[in-house]
C-alpha cells in the first residue's frame, strides 16, 4: 500500500468513527438502528447476546408466529416491566421519549431479526 493510500485510509476510518456504528449485518437497516442507538437501547441491549436485556434476535425467536407479538411489544417498550426474561425491569418508553411511529418501527426492526 502507498503511503498516499494509507493516509486515504485512516482519513475514512476517523471519519466512520464520528457515526454511530451500525453493525455490517445491519447496514440494510441503519435508519432502524441509528433510532435505537439514539433512543438508548443499545445501553442494555446487544445483538448476538443477552447483555442486562435479551438479545433482540432472542426476543424475535420466541415471538415468530406469535400473532400477539407486536401489540405486546409495543405496550411493554412504552410501559416497560420485567418477568418475561429475567426479574429486571425494562424502563418504559413515553411519547415525550419515543413516539408511536418510532416505536412500532423498533418494534418491526426486533421481529425481523
Ligand atoms: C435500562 C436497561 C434497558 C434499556 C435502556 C432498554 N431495555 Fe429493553 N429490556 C430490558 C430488560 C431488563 C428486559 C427484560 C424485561 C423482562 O424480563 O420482562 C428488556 C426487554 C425488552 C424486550 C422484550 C420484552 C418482552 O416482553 O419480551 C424488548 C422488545 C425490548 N426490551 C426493547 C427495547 C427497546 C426498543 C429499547 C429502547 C427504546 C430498550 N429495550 C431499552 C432493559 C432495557
Redesign the pocket.
Do not use: D
Given at each position: 500500500m502507498s503511503t498516499r493510500n494509507i493516509l486515504l485510509a485512516s482519513l475514512l476510518i476517523a471519519l466512520s468513527g464520528c457515526q454511530p456504528k451500525v453493525p455490517k449485518e445491519y447496514a440494510a437497516k441503519a435508519t432502524e438502528w441509528q433510532l435505537?442507538d439514539r433512543?438508548?437501547?443499545?445501553?442494555?441491549?446487544q445483538t448476538g447476546k443477552n447483555?442486562?436485556?435479551?438479545s433482540?434476535e432472542n426476543?424475535a425467536e420466541?415471538?415468530r408466529n406469535n400473532p400477539d407479538a407486536e401489540a405486546?411489544?409495543m405496550n411493554?417498550?412504552a410501559n416497560?416491566?420485567?418477568?418475561?426474561?429475567?426479574?429486571?425491569?425494562?424502563?418504559g418508553?413515553p411519547e415525550s421519549?419515543?413516539t408511536e411511529v418510532n416505536?412500532k418501527v423498533?418494534?418491526d426492526f426486533?421481529l425481523s431479526m
Open positions: 435505537a433512543t438508548g437501547c443499545f445501553m442494555c441491549h447483555l442486562l436485556g435479551p433482540w426476543v420466541r415471538y405486546h411489544l411493554k417498550i416497560g416491566g420485567s418477568g418475561a426474561w429475567i426479574n429486571r425491569e425494562m424502563p418508553y421519549l419515543l416505536r423498533l418494534v426486533i
